[in-house]
């Protein structure tokens, strides 16, 4: 059974730096793909940022294209999403998702949409006051 479990979120303000992690754990020699999502009340489910396997290929919304950073550990099945400069419209309950992939054929692909992932972590909120 893969679980995905979440860390860290919280209350930050304008301008503020906060660091979000998720571990995967499940069957031995498996390997992931993985991202984060964000859902802000009243609004759909939207991409925020992705990271290939390898940790080689990275892809992030527009919205948050130069303020947040995804890294990956994949001897550990862990990312993190590290968002400085924070904005009040960053104020969302943030998911992480996890695809398996094979390494030698998917390694290096990230994922963009919620379909092509297959687990989801239990979400965790974040709230920037200005």
């Known amino acids: 059974q893969v679980q995905l479990v979440q860390f860290g979120g919280g209350l930050a303000q304008t301008g503020d730096s906060l660091r979000l992690s998720c571990t995967v754990s499940g069957p031995k020699f498996s390997s992931y793909a993985m991202g984060w999502f964000r859902q802000a009340p009243g609004k759909e489910r939207e991409f925020v940022a992705a990271i290939s396997w390898s940790g080689e290929s990275t892809n992030y919304a527009d919205s948050v294209k130069g303020r947040f950073t995804i890294t990956g550990d994949n001897t550990k099945n862990t990312v993190h999403l590290q968002m400085n400069r924070l904005k009040s419209e960053d104020t969302a309950v943030y998911l992480c998702?996890?695809?398996?992939?094979?390494?030698?054929?998917?390694?290096?692909?990230?994922?963009?949409?919620?379909?092509?992932?297959?687990?989801w972590g239990q979400g965790t909120q974040v709230t920037v006051s200005s």
């Open positions: 998702a996890a695809v398996a992939v094979s390494p030698v054929s998917s390694g290096n692909y990230y994922y963009t949409l919620e379909a092509q992932y297959d687990y």
